[in-house]
């Protein structure tokens, strides 16, 4: 999503893709996208149980489970922005799978965290952080709107 984000301020001419020839809806590939605050309670969650356990670890995967398209996010970007977002289909890379989706299922039985926020919003949300931000964070230090501090972040 950060490539797209930044097509639509400028930074970038168009977003490259990946292959549309892989068996998916619309032949581009498809991934489980998450909201940035829902992979933070994840990992509070995460936390939360290790804190209640007696030793080892258990693994966890944390995503919504559902799939969107590259092309599904493009448009759910392009309609949260307002902006055209352009792009290329370019060769597909070595490796790429045309599906990958998280099984969150576990995360939801042994801690009860699910994701809250669907593609729209997440959309939204970036669109938000980097309409305000165009060339991410500037160098050192710099307080967001919710506390947290950051520290030499860019995008």
């Known amino acids: 999503m950060p490539y797209v984000q930044q097509v639509a301020v400028g930074r970038r001419e168009c977003l490259s893709v990946f292959g549309n020839d892989y068996d998916t809806h619309d032949g581009t590939g498809v991934r489980d996208y998450i909201h940035v605050d829902d992979l933070a309670e994840g990992h509070i969650c995460a936390m939360e149980k290790l804190m209640t356990m007696d030793g080892g670890c258990i693994t966890h995967n944390?995503?919504?489970?559902k799939g969107y398209s590259v092309l599904d996010m493009v448009k759910a970007f392009e309609e949260a922005s307002g902006k055209p977002i352009a792009y290329k289909v370019v060769d597909r890379r070595a490796g790429d799978l045309g599906t990958v989706v998280a099984n969150a299922s576990k995360a939801k039985a042994d801690f009860g965290w699910?994701?809250?926020?669907?593609?729209?919003?997440?959309?939204e949300t970036a669109w938000k952080w980097q309409s305000e931000n165009p060339y991410g964070y500037e160098d050192g230090e710099k307080d967001d709107s919710r506390g947290f501090r950051v520290e030499g972040f860019r995008v």
Request: aromatic share 0%; glycine share 22%; hydrophobic share 20%.
């Open 62 to 65: 944390l995503g919504s489970g």
């Open 114 to 123: 699910e994701t809250k926020r669907g593609l729209k919003e997440m959309c």
